[in-house]
C-alpha cells in the first residue's frame, strides 16, 4: 500500500523558513514524480512544484517560483519542501502526492494528509 | 490564481445527475489531459478521472468525465450523500513552462 507521510509543518514568522518532508513507502519512489499542492484556509487547491524521479527536472508555479525549492533523496524515500522568506499568503495545509511516471506529466494519486503551514507574527 | 473556471457551487437531491463543468483554455484542456479530484475537507484529496473519462479501480460508475474542446465536465448520476464534497478540475498547461493548474473548485451539496 502506498503511504505519504507529511512533516514539518507549524507556525512560523513572515520571513523565515521552513523545510516540509514527505516519507513516502509502498512503492519504488526513484520511479515516480513527486509534487507538492497547497490549499490556503477557505481556498481552493493550488499546485506548488513538481520534480521528476531523478530529482533532474523540478518546475514552480509564479506564486512560489524563487522561494520554494523541491528536492528529493532517493536513498532516503523522501520528498522535501525548502521554503524561504513565508509570507502570510503561504498559510497552508501542503501535501505531498504521487505522480504516475517517472516524467513531470500526468496525474497525482494518491495524496498525503497535509502539513500545516502557519505563516504569523 | 486559478486559469480553470468552475461554477462555485452545485446541488441535487439522493438519486439525481449533477454536473460540473470546468473551461479552460487552448494551452490547458485544449491541448491536455484533464482529471478530477474529490476532497473531503480534512482528508487527503482523491482522484476521480484521469486522461479526460477514466476512472482508477475503486471509483463507481456514476462517476464520468468528459471533455470537448477547451472544456470538460463531471457528472455525477444517482447522487449519494457521501458524494456531498469539493470537486476540482485539473490539467497541465503548456504556457505556464511545466505548470499544472487547479480549477476554481466545487462544492456539491446533497440536500
Known amino acids: 500500500e502506498v503511504q505519504l507521510l507529511e512533516s514539518g509543518g507549524g507556525l512560523v514568522q513572515p520571513g523565515g523558513s521552513l523545510r516540509l518532508s514527505c516519507a513516502a513507502s509502498?512503492?519504488?519512489?526513484?520511479?515516480?514524480?513527486m509534487s507538492w499542492v497547497r490549499q490556503a484556509p477557505g481556498k481552493g487547491l493550488e499546485w506548488v512544484s513538481v520534480?521528476?524521479?531523478?530529482?533532474?527536472?523540478?518546475y514552480y508555479a509564479d506564486s512560489v517560483k524563487g522561494r520554494f525549492t523541491i528536492s528529493r533523496d532517493n536513498s532516503k524515500n523522501t520528498l522535501y519542501l525548502q521554503i524561504n522568506s513565508l509570507r502570510a499568503e503561504d498559510t497552508a495545509v501542503y501535501y505531498c502526492a504521487k505522480g504516475t511516471t517517472v516524467t513531470t506529466e500526468g496525474w497525482f494519486d494518491p495524496w498525503g494528509q497535509g502539513s500545516l503551514v502557519t505563516v504569523s507574527s | 490564481q486559478s486559469v480553470l473556471t468552475q461554477p462555485p457551487s452545485a446541488s441535487g437531491t439522493p438519486g439525481q445527475r449533477v454536473t460540473i463543468s470546468c473551461s479552460g483554455s487552448s494551452s490547458n484542456i485544449g491541448s491536455n489531459y484533464v482529471y478530477w479530484y474529490q476532497h473531503l475537507p480534512g482528508t487527503a484529496p482523491k482522484l476521480l478521472i484521469y486522461?479526460?473519462?477514466q476512472r482508477p479501480s475503486g471509483v463507481p460508475a456514476r462517476f464520468s468525465g468528459s471533455k470537448s474542446g477547451t472544456s470538460a465536465s463531471l457528472a455525477i448520476s444517482g447522487l449519494r450523500s457521501e458524494d456531498e464534497a469539493d470537486y476540482y478540475c485539473?490539467?497541465?498547461?503548456?504556457?505556464?513552462?511545466?505548470?499544472?493548474?487547479f480549477g476554481t473548485g466545487t462544492k456539491v451539496t446533497v440536500l
Open positions: 485539473a490539467a497541465w498547461d503548456d504556457s505556464l513552462s511545466g505548470s499544472y493548474v
Open positions: 520534480i521528476s524521479g531523478s530529482g533532474g527536472s523540478t
Open positions: 509502498g512503492f519504488t519512489f526513484r520511479s515516480y514524480a
Open positions: 486522461g479526460n473519462n
